[in-house]
């Protein structure tokens, strides 16, 4: 599995944008790049995936750029309620529905009014 | 996506005690995951619960220590044995919901004293 490297944490305002960057080297042919935010006393919900170019929902936008050895989260005009921690993570392809989410540090994102 | 009912949501209890976690799928689902998460931390794979067979355990956990139960496609059962302080922890189940998504529960946050 392919790990991932992203900032520890990010501070940011209200209204701003904010951009995510996350780094996984070792990415192989299958894999896909997946997004998941937590917020305290929840369980890691599913944001955005996507394997190349860009990805974009009514949530956020993903982009990868033609190597895949890094993505970035863009979050449109963050509020508070967007403070959270963000996963980035790599899912091999399954042969059955058998991916198993190995998740690195996250980036502990504090949106200021 | 999957909605998964996790309890209990929280409980303290007294060291050497064991625990039992419960995660209750709402439609049939192949595999279901349980995770740690210590304070402040990341999430980590326990193991794989696979209906039918034996749970798959990632290094550093062990059968004999967070004993997994699968009887059915809905639900699943991890123990937390013989507890310590240091087993203090949130305890989150999930399963693959959609294409490549996955839902977790809420978690259980648990406290041994």
């Known amino acids: 599995l392919a790990k991932t490297t992203q900032p520890i944490s990010m501070d940011s305002y209200e209204g701003q944008e904010v951009n995510i960057t996350c780094s996984h080297n070792n990415i192989a042919t299958n894999d896909y790049i997946t997004w998941y935010q937590q917020f305290p006393s929840q369980g890691p919900r599913f944001i955005i995936q996507g394997y190349k170019t860009k990805v974009t929902n009514e949530v956020a936008s993903l982009f990868i750029p033609a190597d895949r050895k890094s993505s970035t989260l863009s979050l449109p005009r963050v509020s508070l309620s967007d403070t959270a921690v963000y996963y980035c993570?790599?899912?091999?392809?399954?042969?059955?529905?058998?991916?198993?989410?190995?998740f690195g540090t996250g980036t502990r994102l504090q949106v200021f009014p | 996506s999957a909605v998964i009912s996790q309890k209990p949501s929280r409980d303290i209890c007294q060291r050497g005690t064991s625990l039992t976690i419960q995660c209750q799928v709402d439609s049939q689902v192949t595999m279901m995951f349980w995770y740690r998460q210590q304070p402040g931390q990341s999430l980590t794979l326990i193991a794989t619960?696979?209906?039918?067979?034996?749970?798959?355990?990632e290094s550093g956990f062990v059968i004999d220590k967070f004993p997994i139960s699968r009887p059915n496609l809905t639900f699943s059962t991890l123990t937390v044995s013989n507890m310590s302080p240091e087993d203090s922890s949130i305890y989150l189940c999930?399963?693959?919901?959609?294409?490549?998504?996955?839902?977790f529960g809420s978690g259980t946050r648990l406290t041994v004293v």
């Open positions: 619960a696979n209906q039918g067979s034996e749970a798959t355990y």
């Open positions: 999930s399963v693959v919901t959609g294409v490549r998504g996955y839902t």
């Open positions: 993570l790599v899912v091999e392809v399954p042969s059955q529905n058998t991916d198993k989410l190995i």
